[in-house]
């Protein structure tokens, strides 16, 4: 199972659902939290701010970013809940869970999967930098971009509501 929410649902959601371990993802103005419950080991901590496109003066998603995304998610076990969170749980979460579909079903259309994400979660926007990024180093020719750029901006909301999705 893989957990999708905002900072403030993440403990919530972590007592709620046993996970195990987390992706955190957060600009560099908001410290990273320690949970209740997850191993410092089994809890992936990446810096970079919420934009999509090269910003003078914030941190993009970059190589390095995406390399320890999708190493944490293929050395993720499953036998207990994966979280992960954002801020808001709406754009870098977002698409950290799809690049978890994609590496976890190498052989799903990218199309379907991100449909199945926006099903999940009406405020999805995955971040198109790190989808990029994951792209590039999958090898996935621009599929998984084009996928995200298909379902388009998610439904308005500050925050997102969690969400689950299966691995």
């Not at 869970?97 to 999940?120: G, N």
Request: overall charge neutral; hydrophobic content about 40%; some cysteine.
């Amino acid at each position: 199972m893989i957990i999708v929410c905002g900072l403030n649902h993440a403990q919530t959601q972590i007592d709620l659902h046993g996970a195990k371990q987390v992706i955190s993802i957060l600009g560099p103005e908001t410290p990273h939290r320690d949970f209740v419950g997850v191993d410092r080991a089994q809890h992936l901590r990446l810096t970079f701010n919420d934009i999509n496109t090269e910003t003078q003066g914030l941190i993009p998603a970059s190589s390095s970013d995406a390399a320890k995304l999708v190493a944490f998610i293929r050395n993720w076990d499953q036998k207990a809940p994966l979280l992960i969170h954002c801020w808001a749980g709406i754009s870098r979460s977002t698409a950290s869970a799809f690049t978890a579909l994609c590496v976890l079903r190498p052989k799903s259309d990218e199309m379907a999967l991100a449909q199945e994400l926006r099903a999940s979660s009406p405020s999805a926007t995955p971040n198109r930098m790190i989808t990029y990024q994951v792209d590039q180093l999958l090898g996935r020719g621009g599929r998984m971009l084009e996928a995200v750029e298909s379902i388009g901006r998610g439904a308005n909301a500050y925050e997102g509501a969690p969400f689950i999705l299966k691995p």
